[in-house]
Nanobody
């Protein structure tokens, strides 16, 4: 069983930055596709960014392109999300996800393992 633990959430003003991290409990996560999703109250969970095991494919949602950067460190079983130029509409619970058989990085049901989430709040 893989456990994912997110950290780094918090409250910032618009234009500020936050860095989220996600640590996997076992080394096999280095072979998985991993991604960040977010969910705001009353809204569907949406994909933010993904990264395949060797980091050769790193897609982003249009809403965060140019502002967010995802990276992974397989030696540390870690997935990171650097968020710059934050906007109030980025406010949501952010979740880390991982899965061995992900056909479409943006589809939540493709991922097998999920973290508990970390809250990001951006004030105007």
């Amino acid at each position: 069983q893989v456990q994912l633990l997110e950290s780094g959430g918090g409250s910032v003003e618009a234009g500020g930055s936050l860095r989220l991290s996600c640590v996997g409990s076992i080394s096999s996560t280095r072979n998985y596709c991993m991604g960040w999703f977010r969910q705001a109250p009353g809204r569907e969970r949406e994909a933010v960014a993904g990264v395949v095991s060797d980091s050769t494919f790193v897609p982003y949602a249009d809403s965060v392109k140019g502002r967010f950067t995802v990276s992974r460190d397989n030696a540390k079983n870690t997935l990171n999300l650097q968020m710059n130029s934050l906007k109030p509409e980025d406010t949501a619970m952010y979740y880390c996800a991982a899965g061995p058989y992900v056909a479409d990085w943006s589809v939540a049901r493709e991922y097998t393992y999920w973290g508990q989430g970390t809250q990001v709040t951006v004030s105007s």
